[in-house]
Nanobody, 123 residues
């Protein structure tokens, strides 16, 4: 089993920045690709970004390209999501997840999930 704990969420004004962290314990973090998802009230959980096990490959949903950066530090068993130029539509609960697949994107390709951290962007 892998346990994931997200942190770094909060309330920020539009145009501001936040850095989310995802701390992993249990199985070896470096064996998994990592993704970030988000779920806004009344909406389905959506994919935000993904990074391969070694950090060589990243992929973003169109709406966050150029604003968000996903990264990881395998030595610290921690992943990150740097969010800049935040918009009110970025408001959601953000989840990190790990996948045993090489380049996963959709929800069902992920094996382990964190409990989420709330991000609220005010206009």
């Amino acid at each position: 089993q892998v346990q994931l704990v997200e942190s770094g969420g909060g309330l920020v004004q539009a145009g501001g920045s936040l850095r989310l962290s995802c701390a992993a314990s249990g199985r070896t973090f470096r064996n998994y690709a990592m993704g970030w998802f988000r779920q806004a009230p009344g909406k389905e959980r959506e994919f935000v970004a993904r990074i391969s096990w070694n950090g060589a490959s990243t992929y973003y949903t169109e709406s966050v390209k150029g604003r968000f950066t996903i990264s990881r530090d395998n030595a610290k068993n921690t992943g990150y999501l740097q969010m800049n130029s935040l918009k009110p539509e970025d408001t959601a609960v953000y989840y990190c997840a790990l996948s045993s697949r090489l380049l996963p994107t959709i929800n069902r390709e992920y094996n382990y999930w964190g409990q989420g951290t709330q991000v609220t962007v005010s206009s």
